[in-house]
C-alpha cells in the first residue's frame, strides 16, 4: 500500500451530504483503535507501571521514566470507550509519544500530540491494517475527540470531562 493517505469527497460523501459516523463506526473505530495500541506497545516496547501517584508534570514523568525506565500511569478516573485495561495502554502510549516528541502537558503541545497520534493511527489503520478510508477517517476522529477534544473541554471548563463514554459520542455528533 502506498505510504499515504488521502480522502477523496467522493470516498467519504454520499450525494450530496457527508456521511456522518454512527454509533456502529465508533465502535468499530475502538475496536481497531485497541488493536492498534497493542501493536504500538509491542513495537515500541513500552514498559508502565500503574499507579496512583503518576507524574502529572511534564518534566517529572521525563525524571520519572529515565530513572525507572518505564511509565508511571495513572489507573484512576473514567476510562470511556476504551475501558480500563486500553485506557491505561493509551495512557502508558500516549506518554511514550510525549516523551518521544519533546512535546510537554501544556495546552498547545497537547493538541499537536493529538494530530501526531491521528495520523499515526490512521496511517497504521490504513496501511498496515488495510482499513478503507472511511474506517481510517472514523479512527482519526475518534483520537482527536479523546485527546484534543478532552483538552479543549479542560482549558474551558477547568475541570476534566466526567464522562468520557459520552463526551466522546457528544463531540463526535454522535449522541
Known sequence: MVDSLCYSSIELNKGDK??????HDVSKAYEYIK???DA???LYRIEYEVCNDAPNKYEDMVSSFETCNYFKVFGGGDHGH???EYNIKFRALHDYMHYTNELSFSFADEKQLSMITQWEF?????NRMGLTQWETYCIGQVIKAEIQGQIEYYEKNNQYV???????LEYLGVA
Open 35 to 37: 488493536q492498534i495500541i
Open 82 to 84: 476504551l475501558g480500563r
Open 122 to 126: 490512521m496511517q497504521y489503520a490504513y
Open 162 to 168: 466526567k464522562n468520557q463514554t459520552s463526551f466522546v
Open 40 to 42: 504500538k506497545i509491542r
Open 18 to 23: 457527508m456521511e456522518r459516523m454512527i454509533n
